[in-house]
């Protein structure tokens, strides 16, 4: 079965479903995409600076769109070299580093991320501007769950072409000072516009 027949709707198809197939369908575009990608990150594991930026236990959405630039490639099933049919695939290019947003963020984070574990979840949820309209009805689901535990970027096998200045080593492992910490919380706290209140509140639940 090719993917289009593969991603109609059909009577009895549960909201997730839904939702899925209406995402990778061959008449959605990728603004459909982008508009309608969430991201929904939760530090597990880490220190406090980065705990702030996604507490497991708040849920902080992130649109991808208007952030992460993705392009979306759909091919349908091939016959490899055996004769064997191989499953339909998707594939997603995501350009991070042209987001200042997400180069910010990287270099807060980088310092802590073999420190750190992560839990992220992709879904789909109704674009930003419709989210809070209740007449809005549309099916969301969850793309998928990961989780990035102690990550040594140092270690990596294979980078992509970028900048030189951002594959500096990073000192992972290196103890920070108190300064350094408080510097990134505030740092942190400035990025998400955290009030200082709302920082002592945060502060508490991590």
Not at 120 to 133: E, S, T, W, Y
Request: net charge negative.
């Amino acid at each position: 079965q090719d993917l289009g027949d593969s991603l109609e709707e059909r009577p009895g198809d549960p909201p997730e479903v839904c939702a899925v197939k209406r995402f990778f369908h061959k008449d959605s575009d990728d603004d459909y995409r982008n508009q309608r990608l969430k991201l929904i990150p939760g530090v597990v594991e880490g220190p406090l600076p980065v705990r702030v930026l996604a507490p497991a236990k708040k849920e902080r959405m992130i649109d991808g769109d208007g952030i992460i630039p993705i392009s979306w490639k759909m091919y349908d099933r091939e016959v490899d070299a055996n004769g064997q049919l191989l499953p339909p695939v998707i594939s997603a290019t995501a350009d991070f580093m042209s987001s200042g947003a997400v180069r910010s963020m990287t270099g807060l984070v980088k310092k802590y991320l073999v420190k750190m574990s992560v839990d992220l979840a992709l879904v789909i949820d109704l674009p930003q501007k419709k989210r809070h309209n209740p007449k809005e009805k549309e099916p969301t689901g969850c793309l998928g769950l990961f989780r990035f535990e102690h990550v040594d970027v140092n270690k990596c096998p294979i980078f992509p072409h970028a900048p030189e200045e951002l594959y500096e080593p990073v000192e992972e492992h290196s103890e920070l000072s108190p300064e350094e910490v408080r510097r990134d919380l505030h740092r942190a706290s400035e990025f998400l516009g955290i009030s200082p209140e709302e920082l002592e509140e945060l502060k508490q639940e991590c």
